[in-house]
């Protein structure tokens, strides 16, 4: 058996011949326009079953609105939609196979996605703990077995959605364009940091993930293993605010930004090297091995 030589990630989009510089524009200009008519949808469920009040604190209270079950299924749903609408935006432009967001090894690879989690996941978990016995920063405790069954759904999709937009459509056009992947990982962080809420110290933080987590896309010629590392950190602390360990705020503090900054190195290099030795990353479907004869 020989196996096909896997393409460049990154630049992935490139090798299609269907490929213009100016569609990813208009898959995100449809995206965007898709999400905006799902996001009103998704209000207007939310106003109907929680009413005005709680409505406005869903839309103006921040992060800090996710240390409650509603607000935090509201705001990962919020996120969650963006996955559909690249998907939609995708068949409407017809710009290239939906499945070369994912990979250039052939398409989403579950198993790869769950043992890349396993790790990381422990490690921010107990990270976490002892963050939260040193510092004191614990919230209130909600634990319900539906809320955490719920959690184990939105999570994952949450994160793998981000994924896809980032590191899938951001980073794969950008590298397209510009052909040097190390400056697609870089800009993609920075748009990363400054599309989430935080203060500047709290975006300094999402930025460094971004650049750890494009990496991560970037070596394994796929987004699994940084959509695994990305539910790690994001299970985990969801998993810990439910519990009352931390909670969750919009202003982050340097002390905060330092664990978080190197926990997020660390175990982002540990993951690289761990499937870097077990191989994870030449892991390709059958439909893409060929027969000798």
């Given at each position: 058996?020989?196996?096909?030589?896997?393409?460049?990630?990154?630049?992935?989009?490139?090798?299609?011949?269907?490929?213009?510089?100016?569609?990813?524009?208009?898959?995100?200009?449809?995206?965007?326009?898709?999400?905006?008519?799902?996001?009103?949808?998704?209000?207007?469920?939310?106003?109907?079953?929680?009413?005005?009040?709680?409505?406005?604190?869903?839309?103006?209270?921040?992060?800090?609105?996710?240390?409650?079950?509603?607000?935090?299924?509201?705001?990962?749903?919020?996120?969650?939609?963006?996955?559909?609408?690249?998907?939609?935006?995708?068949?409407?432009?017809?710009?290239?196979?939906?499945?070369?967001?994912?990979?250039?090894?052939?398409?989403?690879?579950?198993?790869?996605?769950?043992?890349?989690?396993?790790?990381?996941?422990?490690?921010?978990?107990?990270?976490?703990?002892?963050?939260?016995?040193?510092?004191?920063?614990?919230?209130?405790?909600?634990?319900?077995?539906?809320?955490?069954?719920?959690?184990?759904?939105?999570?994952?999709?949450?994160?793998?959605?981000?994924?896809?937009?980032?590191?899938?459509?951001?980073?794969?056009?950008?590298?397209?364009?510009?052909?040097?992947?190390?400056?697609?990982?870089?800009?993609?962080?920075?748009?990363?940091?400054?599309?989430?809420?935080?203060?500047?110290?709290?975006?300094?933080?999402?930025?460094i993930s971004g650049l750890v987590m494009g990496f991560l896309a970037w070596k394994a010629n796929g987004l699994e293993?940084?959509?695994?590392?990305?539910?790690?950190?994001?299970?985990?602390?969801?998993?810990?605010v439910m519990f009352g360990i931390q909670s969750t705020t919009s202003t982050i503090v340097m002390s905060d930004l330092?664990?978080?900054?190197?926990?997020?190195?660390?175990?982002?290099?540990?993951?690289?090297?761990?499937?870097?030795?077990?191989?994870?990353?030449?892991?390709?479907?059958?439909?893409?091995?060929?027969?000798?004869?």
């Amino acid at each position: 058996m020989t196996v096909k030589e896997i393409s460049e990630y990154i630049t992935f989009p490139r090798t299609f011949e269907k490929y213009r510089w100016y569609k990813p524009i208009l898959v995100f200009i449809i995206g965007a326009i898709i999400y905006l008519i799902f996001n009103l949808l998704l209000i207007a469920i939310f106003y109907a079953i929680c009413g005005e009040n709680i409505m406005v604190q869903l839309l103006h209270g921040g992060y800090e609105v996710m240390n409650s079950e509603i607000g935090e299924i509201y705001s990962h749903l919020g996120v969650i939609i963006m996955l559909p609408s690249l998907y939609l935006a995708n068949k409407i432009v017809k710009d290239r196979p939906f499945s070369s967001y994912s990979s250039s090894r052939g398409g989403w690879n579950t198993q790869l996605y769950l043992k890349a989690f396993i790790i990381p996941f422990i490690l921010f978990l107990v990270v976490g703990i002892i963050e939260s016995v040193i510092l004191g920063n614990g919230g209130n405790y909600h634990f319900t077995i539906l809320f955490f069954i719920i959690l184990l759904i939105v999570v994952p999709l949450q994160c793998i959605a981000e994924e896809y937009v980032f590191r899938g459509l951001l980073m794969q056009t950008l590298g397209s364009w510009f052909n040097i992947p190390l400056l697609a990982i870089i800009l993609q962080a920075i748009i990363f940091g400054f599309t989430h809420g935080y203060n500047g110290i709290g975006n300094i933080g999402i930025i460094i993930s971004g650049l750890v987590m494009g990496f991560l896309a970037w070596k394994a010629n796929g987004l699994e293993v940084s959509s695994a590392f990305h539910t790690a950190n994001n299970l985990s602390f969801s998993l810990l605010v439910m519990f009352g360990i931390q909670s969750t705020t919009s202003t982050i503090v340097m002390s905060d930004l330092i664990i978080s900054t190197m926990s997020t190195v660390i175990f982002g290099i540990l993951l690289y090297y761990i499937g870097k030795r077990s191989n994870w990353f030449g892991e390709i479907p059958e439909t893409l091995q060929e027969d000798d004869s």
